[in-house]
């Protein structure tokens, strides 16, 4: 069975660094891209950042452009999310997720129904 597993989350200084994880097990995973997003304590899930993972395209929310990377390890299976500046604004539980299958453009990368298989979330918390 294909899981995502996330790991990286922790306590963090605003003005640290965070770099989340978002390894795939299974020797059949495979998808057309992966995601990550984010919910804070009250507030609803929100895009955080999107890789395609043939051609390798990236895509962020417009506010985190410049402070959050994402990446891959395609040997892995992996993806990442290289978190800089943070500020207590950004504490939240970050979910990785991924598009299997054909997916047909126009590609809604920041649509969270657009994925079919999440990972159980990871907590970062950025105090001030």
């Known amino acids: 069975q294909v899981q995502l597993v996330e790991s990286g989350g922790g306590l963090v200084q605003a003005g640290g660094s965070l770099r989340l994880s978002c390894a795939a097990s299974?020797?059949?995973?495979?998808?057309?891209?992966m995601g990550w997003f984010r919910q804070a304590p009250g507030k609803e899930r929100e895009f955080v950042a999107a890789?395609?993972?043939?051609?390798?395209?990236?895509y962020y929310a417009p506010s985190l452009k410049g402070r959050f990377t994402i990446s891959r390890d395609n040997a892995k299976n992996t993806v990442y999310l290289q978190m800089n500046s943070l500020k207590p604004e950004d504490t939240a539980v970050y979910f990785c997720?991924?598009?299997?299958?054909?997916?047909?453009?126009?590609?809604?990368?920041?649509?969270?129904?657009?994925?079919?298989?999440w990972g159980q979330g990871t907590q970062a918390t950025v105090s001030s």
């Open positions: 997720a991924a598009r299997r299958g054909v997916w047909s453009p126009p590609r809604a990368y920041y649509r969270e129904n657009e994925y079919d298989l």
């Open positions: 299974g020797r059949t995973f495979s998808s057309v891209a």
């Open positions: 890789l395609s993972w043939g051609g390798g395209s990236t």
